[in-house]
T-cell receptor
Framework: AQSVTQLGSHVSVSEGALVLLRCNYS??????LFWYVQYPNQGLQLLLK??????LVKGINGFEAEFKKSETSFHLTKPSAHMSDAAEYFC???????????FGSGTRLQVQP | DTAVSQTPKYLVTQMGNDKSIKCEQN?????MYWYKQDSKKFLKIMFS???????INETVPNRFSPKSPDKAHLNLHINSLELGDSAVYFC?????????????FGPGTRLTVT
């Protein structure tokens, strides 16, 4: 079975500072990894995905993530935070043959002016 | 031209009632899902249908019954609602072929049971 651990339920950064949201996964087979963002009272929007191609993945809104197999990590970064980045971020994993996503517990990102 | 839509967006009802949530996708996907997000924001898969066939059925009370009349629609019927059913229910869809694997989510249905 797959699992995802997101370290830090709350992360607070200043506007313009680096954003780093941590995600570690566990899977006995090659995983597909995703980051989703959820704004208040809205659905989930895909930020980026890793599907065994390039290990450094670029997504929307200036976010990127790097797949590190040796560390079983898929951390999300953004060089400079904007106020509009404040939201809940979810890391998720799926595997071939079981398309359902297994989500981490989420990280709430606060951006201070 | 919403990709994945759900109705209703909000649902307030009393314990013991029966209610349904509807989901439709216009992306041409062949797999649809129901997820439950609890009050702590934790998301968990409930069901998945591929070409109208149930392929994932997690440990969900049998008061919950999904139905997929066609590839573009997936409904969720809940009997004898309980307080613990209060949550946000998300529908999602994806393609099984190709390497994309990503799922597209609807806006959610916030169910409140009083």
């Amino acid at each position: 079975a797959q699992s995802v651990t997101q370290l830090g339920s709350h992360v607070s950064v200043s506007e313009g500072a680096l954003v780093l949201l941590r995600c570690n996964y566990s899977s006995s087979v090659p995983p597909y990894l995703f980051w989703y963002v959820q704004y208040p009272n809205q659905g989930l929007q895909l930020l980026l995905k890793y599907t065994s191609a390039a290990t450094l993945v670029k997504g929307i809104n200036g976010f990127e993530a790097e797949f590190k197999k040796s560390e079983t990590s898929f951390h999300l970064t953004k060089p400079s935070a904007h106020m509009s980045d404040a939201a809940e971020y979810f890391c998720a994993v799926s595997v071939s043959g079981r398309r359902a996503l297994t989500f981490g517990s989420g990280t709430r990102l606060q951006v201070q002016p | 031209d919403t990709a994945v839509s759900q109705t209703p967006k909000y649902l307030v009802t009393q314990m013991g009632n029966d209610k349904s949530i509807k989901c439709e996708q216009n992306l041409g996907h062949d797999t649809m899902y129901w997820y439950k997000q609890d009050s702590k924001k934790f998301l968990k898969i409930m069901f998945s249908y591929n070409n109208k066939e149930l392929i994932i059925n997690e440990t969900v009370p049998n008061r919950f019954s999904p139905k997929s009349p066609d590839k573009a629609h997936l409904n969720l019927h809940i009997n004898s609602l309980e307080l613990g059913d209060s949550a946000v229910y998300f529908c999602a869809s994806s393609l099984t072929k190709g390497a994309s694997y990503e799922q597209y989510f609807g806006p959610g249905t916030r169910l409140t049971v009083t």
